[in-house]
């Protein structure tokens, strides 16, 4: 499994003489039988493949978000709780410093719940859009 110049087959030409981590991957490389080798090159061409995007799992569709509607009359913690609720796909923790500063917003400065909610809701929608779409 060792080729011409004692490289394994598919390294690059001047593999294992520079960095300390090629040396390290090579020096064990050349402790392995042949059957071993095979695995580790192997492994390695998963992990690169998958790094370029190669082989990379199927996504899965990000479901709808529920049709929970507003009531007329909410207080902020209710619309909070309501919008996780529309929203059960967010991961809501991305949202914790956003919803707290809103929160905060209200309770500390007195903005009205009515503007706080309409932000929230914009909020939640916009991150479900982005992760729609594939982000995060």
Do not use: C
């Not at 190669?54 to 909410?74: C, F, G, M, Q, Y």
């Amino acid at each position: 499994m060792i080729g011409p110049q004692g490289m394994p087959p598919g390294f690059p030409p001047g593999f294992g003489t520079g960095k300390p981590l090629e040396q390290r991957l090579l020096k064990l490389f050349r402790k392995l039988d042949e059957e071993g080798q095979g695995t580790l090159l192997a492994f390695a061409e998963f992990l690169a493949s998958r790094k370029d995007g190669e082989d990379a799992p199927a996504r899965e569709p990000v479901s709808e978000p529920l049709d929970i509607p507003r009531p007329k009359e909410e207080s902020v913690p209710a619309a909070i709780r309501r919008l996780a609720q529309t929203y059960p796909m967010i991961n809501r923790d991305s949202l914790f410093h956003q919803t707290s500063a809103l929160m905060a917003q209200h309770v500390m400065q007195g903005r009205p719940a009515e503007e706080v909610i309409d932000e929230l809701e914009a909020l939640f929608a916009e991150a479900w859009r982005k992760l729609a779409e594939g982000g995060e």
